[in-house]
């Protein structure tokens, strides 16, 4: 199982990025996918989720109605969809999927992580 994120980049507050993640040697629409980040100095974050049987999503506070996890049936992705940038939004991010979860945004319970995209919200 392998992951690739991509869509990073800079942008400025208030902009939008969306990320992508997609999977090979799994089909990502039947399982749960996870992104987190990381910014400098900082522990690993939960940003949002999306679940394995119904395709629930779930986000963490400070993300609730900017962020939308979503998926590209056919096309083995997930996206993360960003508005509403703030600053605080900086550092990597990472896409994670496993397959006997159902749903978590605990980063303990994914094994299988992409390597990461950067985000940076300047202006």
């Known amino acids: 199982v392998q992951l690739q994120a991509y869509g990073g980049g800079l942008a400025q507050p208030g902009g939008s990025l969306r990320l992508s993640c997609v999977g090979s040697?799994?089909?990502?629409?039947?399982?749960?996918v996870g992104w987190f980040r990381q910014a400098p100095g900082k522990a690993r974050e939960a940003v949002a989720c999306i679940a394995s049987d119904d395709d629930a999503t779930y986000y963490a506070d400070s993300v609730k109605g900017r962020f939308t996890i979503g998926r590209r049936k056919g096309k083995n992705t997930s996206y993360l969809q960003m508005n509403s940038l703030k600053p605080e939004d900086s550092g990597v991010y990472y896409c994670a999927t496993d397959e006997y979860l159902n749903d978590g945004m605990e980063a303990e319970l994914y094994d299988h992580w992409g390597q990461g995209t950067q985000v940076t919200v300047s202006s």
């Open positions: 040697g799994i089909t990502l629409e039947y399982y749960v």
